[in-house]
C-alpha cells in the first residue's frame, strides 16, 4: 500500500513536471486504482487471503495501466522534453 501511494504521488510529480496534457484524467485512474487496492488490503486484513480476483486486478493493473496508461506519458515526455 504505501509503495503504491508513493509510486502513484511519484508518477503524478514528473506527468505535472513535463506538463503532461493528460494528467488530470490519470489521476483519476490512480485514485480509482488505489480505492480498489485499499478495499484489497481491508479484505486481506481480515481474512488473511487474497482472492483470485484481487490477482486478476493485479495482472489487468501490470498490462493495462503500466504497458497502456503509463507508457503514454513516458512517450510524451520523450517527444516534448528530448535532450
Ligand atoms: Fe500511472
Not at 496534457?21 to 487474497?50: C, D, I, M, W
Request: hydrophobic share 40%; proline share 1%; net charge positive.
Amino acid at each position: 500500500m504505501n509503495f503504491t501511494v508513493k509510486h502513484f504521488a511519484d508518477e503524478e510529480a514528473f506527468m505535472e513536471k513535463v506538463g503532461y496534457p493528460e494528467l488530470r484524467v490519470h489521476t483519476g485512474v490512480h485514485k480509482s486504482l488505489l480505492a480498489r487496492v485499499t478495499e484489497y488490503n481491508n479484505e486481506f486484513q481480515k481474512t488473511g487471503k487474497l482472492s483470485d480476483a484481487f490477482f486478476m486486478f493485479l495482472k489487468t493493473w501490470l498490462k493495462a495501466h503500466i504497458c497502456g496508461v503509463d507508457a503514454k506519458y513516458g512517450l510524451f515526455s520523450k517527444q516534448h522534453h528530448a535532450a
